[in-house]
């Protein structure tokens, strides 16, 4: 037996549905049915449920009766990317609530519960809120033929390593790109398609980084 690596794999799924407070429920229940049929850490799962929850509850008191709510989740070997789009253009705002309110302390549990977490709008209107949480894809297992053993290798001596090279980076660049190109992005809009589960490999993939540079923490 054999681990598959599960860093070459990503697994995305998209869903949408309406701006009422029973649909938040399902889209709850519908994450943790996904997230552990992907076998993702059960206690990401957890917390994977609550994010959602909560950005879904922003989302739906921000739409329109018509309008449609739209939920993505990716998740890779290290991280859970859970993302909702809402069709208002107004970006969310982190408040200290008063004591007694019952209200507005669902993204203070997004900013405790994920690692990074962020919003963007996108070009064809809306906007999408997201958050990140540690913990993804497990290792499954496959039977594999037990072959012959390699044969031993001796390694070759190479040259002298030269200096290394430096890169250096610069946040505020890469976070307005990572910025518009994320507005680029129309994958909240509803397929013409059947809906279900994508399986994406991390080479040449645009879910193969870690998303995104625009954080908050």
């Given at each position: ?38 076998s ?9 449920e609550?994010?959602?929850?909560e950005?879904?509850?922003?989302a ?18 290290g ?19 008063d004591?007694?309110?019952?209200d507005g ?28 949480i ?41 976070r307005?790109?990572?910025d ?28 193969g ?9």
């Open positions: 037996m054999t681990a598959t690596d599960p860093s070459s794999v990503i697994r995305v799924a998209v869903a949408h549905f309406p701006p009422t407070a029973a649909a938040v429920s399902e889209v709850r229940t519908s994450t943790a049915r996904t997230l552990l049929g992907w993702v850490d059960p206690a990401a799962v957890d917390v994977c609550v994010v959602v929850c950005l879904a509850s922003n739906v008191k921000a739409s329109r009766p018509r309008d449609l709510v739209a939920i993505r989740l990716t998740a890779t070997s991280n859970v990317l859970v993302e909702v789009w809402d069709g208002s253009a107004a970006g969310p705002r982190l408040t200290s609530p004591v007694f309110s019952e302390r669902g993204l203070l549990m997004v900013d405790a519960l994920c690692t990074q977490w962020s919003w963007y709008r996108v070009r064809s209107g809306g906007k999408v809120v997201w958050g990140q540690p913990g993804g894809l497990r290792p499954q297992m496959q039977a594999t033929d037990v072959g012959a053993a390699l044969p031993a290798r001796t390694p070759l001596a190479g040259p002298e390593p030269v200096a290394p090279v430096v890169y250096r980076t610069d946040p505020p660049t890469l307005r790109v990572a518009a190109l994320r507005g680029l992005d129309d994958w909240h809009r509803p397929s013409p398609g059947p809906a279900g589960t994508k399986d994406r490999t991390a080479t040449g993939s645009r879910h980084q870690a998303r995104p540079e625009a954080v908050r923490r």
